[in-house]
């Protein structure tokens, strides 16, 4: 293709690792912003869990530090700050940051063979004006009343001027409608580069399921992110030039607007955004246990069909975050209707990993367990959806910490374990070192059994009427029974942040010290691991050509010729022995 | 490793991705702008007397002919575009610069418009019919503004040269923006004058 020029490459400091136009150099910048970010959520997550096991004493380590002037608890000013801000930077700075903004940028054109992204331009400024929305977040901690604190949602009117007055709220109303900009950046270049930049012969039906997967949270991100820009645009409007869009009773003038309004607007974006969150993942996790059971993928093309209807179902279904709103019973049970349908394609694809895993030579590396953890947790929380989708029973559990557990699971759990199998995977083509694996199956493992049992843990609290984002549950009588089992489930939550220190001393040690990987250490057909590790500049010296789909493995003939269980996507096979089945086919017919 | 070919760019193959940019980003935009059409409707089927007795209507002759305006600004950019592609540079420039007084005559229209409700006491601090009309407005403003300064920009690089048949990518993308900008105005002309 005469799209890709070869550009000579940057050689000055700033222009390589600062403002680079290199979307592996971006990738990896996201990932690091995101790590830190995810660091910087998951020490408030542990604050909440301290608050529920022991409510108002002082915080060990953090306490005297954090809130001095409590003598290191946690205050009901302070705790609405933090569990709002773990949502929002869980969601909007760690995790969209490290599936779309790291894996997005670094496998898209690799997989797809191009040299870079359609506008690597527009990539660099979708980095930085990331990075100015981290800052913007980091400033609504430091102004007088604290940051967020409505709620991850930020629903007026706690988030109006009555709510939450204070510079806080708006700076971090401002940070999301500032990613939300980066994010449509991110995404334009994604949708684009995947529809222009295929190399010659990688058709639509043989990219890979990851691409799949992040292309179709990128059309997610393009079409949706927008609304909760509006809503978020409005929300500065009304917090800061007195507008009525969200103001409603006392405050509100001629009768003022309404709150249920940006409800609307915010899940017209939210249910989408679970998508997004949830689609790279199961794109990677598609691929890497085909990947890891040395078997191609099971159906194909019904995993593809399967991740396409749920993108555009995702548009349909966001009432059912608003079941309690009084909305007309009508469109309650059309929403529900959706909602369950929703689970039919997801069972597709989870029944083509089963089907894909099944008897295959498996190869428990560190990126297939926490593959394999994705999909157990997956399916937990998938479970747990359907409940929740009920109408009937949504009216007992909203609200409760049985919703919490429930998106935990989907949003938190496999995405989490998602995004590290998505690291272990290609950190020796990014990186150009091998990872640990000790250290890699040590952090599995505490992930996996901790991440589980703290969000079952919510789960049972919420089933037993827990509500969610209590200060102190217990100052309830009905409550008090589950003071030992909240405790308990904290104990999970401080053993699985503690897991998390092999990842980081591996992530450092193998940065810095690692073996140096090979270019294919892991015996792969896509085109990423077909060159160098790290890649050179350039990606391909020649733009390769494809000539299979992603997932060739235990083909016999292959085996036999070969010595080997994979061809990969560009290697040409001698016709009449690929042909072998199919030629078997033809005589049977005839 | 093999041997490093270089390829020239081909520049229809640019243009061509370059676009697909664009759409999916108006596409984008469109959501955006959608947003605010559904937090009209919302709020509009919510309250009883629209306008409110007590608050000015909307008028209707200047936004008429500001939609005309901007509609004829629309048609003289495509018209730009048309000619760079028969590579008369001068006329192009005309062009673009008869677009770009009339979108200045929408803003200043459009100041007017704001400057007479606000004077007869309609501020956005009055209600959710203020805020919904000076929002929507604004920001679409806001969209004529950028708009004006890219084509501000376009007009003095045709006027360098540097633009002819074969490249003006530039044109070709604020054309598309520029329809957008005015497409959207004419959405709302009937969404918030006329109905």
């Keep these: ?590 | 490793m093999g041997k490093v070919v270089r390829y020239r760019p081909h520049h229809a193959e640019h243009e061509w991705t370059a676009s697909i940019g664009m759409i999916v980003f108006l596409g984008s935009w469109a959501m955006m702008f959608g947003a605010l059409f559904f937090v009209y409707g919302i709020i509009r089927s919510h309250t009883r007397f629209w306008p409110p007795p007590d608050l000015p209507a909307f008028p209707l002759v200047l936004p008429a002919v500001n939609t005309m305006a901007l509609g004829l600004s629309s048609f003289m950019l495509e018209r730009a575009r048309k000619l760079i592609l028969a590579d008369k540079v001068p006329d192009t420039m005309r062009a673009i610069a008869f677009a770009a007084t009339l979108g200045t005559l929408f803003l200043s229209l459009q100041l007017v418009v704001w400057w007479s409700l606000y004077d007869k006491g309609l501020s956005p601090k009055t209600g959710p019919y203020a805020s919904v009309f000076y929002a929507m407005t604004c920001f679409h403003a806001l969209h004529v503004l950028v708009g004006l300064g890219a084509l501000g920009w376009l007009g003095l690089r045709t006027r360098e040269g540097r633009y002819n048949a074969a490249r003006h990518l530039p044109i070709r993308l604020w054309t598309m923006y520029w329809h957008f900008v005015g497409v959207v105005w004419g959405i709302m002309f009937v969404v918030l004058y006329v109905l």
């Design chain 1, 1 to 590: 293709m005469d799209l890709q020029p070869i550009h000579p490459e940057p050689t000055s400091f700033i222009s390589k690792y600062v403002f680079s136009h290199d979307h592996k150099v971006i990738a990896k910048q996201f990932l690091w912003a995101g790590l830190l970010f995810l660091a910087f959520g998951g020490t408030l997550a542990m604050l909440i869990r301290w608050q529920w096991a022991f409510p108002k004493e002082p915080v060990p380590l953090l306490g005297n530090m954090l809130f001095p002037e409590s003598g290191g608890a946690v205050t009901p000013a302070n705790y609405n700050v933090i569990f709002t801000m773990h949502g929002l930077i869980m969601i909007f700075f760690a995790i969209t940051p490290i599936l779309i903004g790291a894996f997005g940028n670094y496998c898209i054109p690799l997989m797809i063979g191009a040299r870079d992204m359609a506008f690597p331009t527009l990539n660099m400024l979708s980095l930085w004006t990331f990075i100015l929305s981290q800052l913007l977040i980091i400033a609504s901690f430091l102004v007088r009343l604290g940051s967020g604190a409505a709620g991850w949602t930020t629903y007026p009117p706690l988030s109006t001027n009555v709510g939450t007055p204070g510079m806080g709220q708006t700076l971090v109303v401002a940070a999301i409608f500032v990613t939300g900009i980066s994010t449509i950046m991110g995404g334009i270049n994604y949708v684009t580069t995947v529809i222009r930049f295929r190399a010659p012969g990688m058709t639509w039906m043989r990219l890979p399921l990851t691409v799949w997967g992040l292309w179709l949270t990128a059309i997610l991100n393009v079409l949706f992110v927008p609304v909760l820009g509006s809503a978020g645009l409005l929300l500065i409007l009304d917090r800061t030039f007195g507008t009525q869009f969200f103001v409603a009773g006392s405050s509100a003038v001629r009768g003022g607007g309404d709150p249920i309004l940006f409800q609307h607007l915010f899940w017209i974006f939210g249910h989408p955004e679970v998508y997004i969150l949830i689609l790279p993942v199961w794109g990677i996790v598609s691929d890497t246990l085909s990947f890891f059971a040395r078997k191609p993928a099971y159906w194909y093309k019904g995993s593809v069909a399967a991740m396409t209807l749920v993108t555009i179902l995702s548009a349909v279904v966001y009432g059912h975050h608003m079941y309690m709103t009084g909305m007309s019973p009508l469109l309650g049970q059309s929403f529900m209707l959706l909602t369950l349908a929703i689970s039919v394609p997801a069972m597709i694809l989870f029944v083509n990993w089963l089907m894909t895993i099944w008897r295959g030579s498996m190869r428990l590396t560190v990126p297939m367990l926490f593959s394999l953890g994705m999909v157990f947790v997956f399916g937990a929380g998938g479970l747990t959806g359907l409940y929740l989708a009920d109408i009937s029973l949504d009216l007992y559990l909203h609200d409760t910490m049985f919703v919490v557990g429930h998106f935990h699971l989907t949003m938190a759990a496999a995405s989490f374990l998602g995004s590290f199998a998505g690291i272990y995977h290609w950190f020796p083509k990014m990186f150009g070192r091998n990872m640990n694996e000790g250290l890699g199956k040590a952090h599995f493992w505490g992930s996996v059994i901790f991440i589980t049992l703290v969000f079952t843990g919510q789960l049972i609290v919420g089933y037993s009427g827990q509500q969610r984002r209590l200060y102190d549950p217990f100052q309830y009588e009905t409550l008090q029974h589950l003071r030992g089992l909240n405790r308990l489930t904290s104990f999970f939550g401080f053993c699985l942040a503690t897991s998390q220190v092999f990842f980081v001393i591996n992530f450092f040690r193998s940065v810095f010290a690692g073996t140096k990987a090979e270019a294919n250490p892991w015996q792969l057909p896509t085109l990423e691991w077909q060159i160098a590790s790290p890649p050179p500049y350039h990606n391909f010296d020649v733009i390769p050509t494809v000539v299979r789909g992603p997932h060739e493995f235990a083909n016999p003939a292959v085996k036999k010729a070969l010595g080997r269980d994979w061809l990969d996507q560009t290697e040409e096979f001698p016709e009449e022995e690929v042909s072998a089945p199919e030629a078997k086919l033809a005589e049977r017919a005839s």
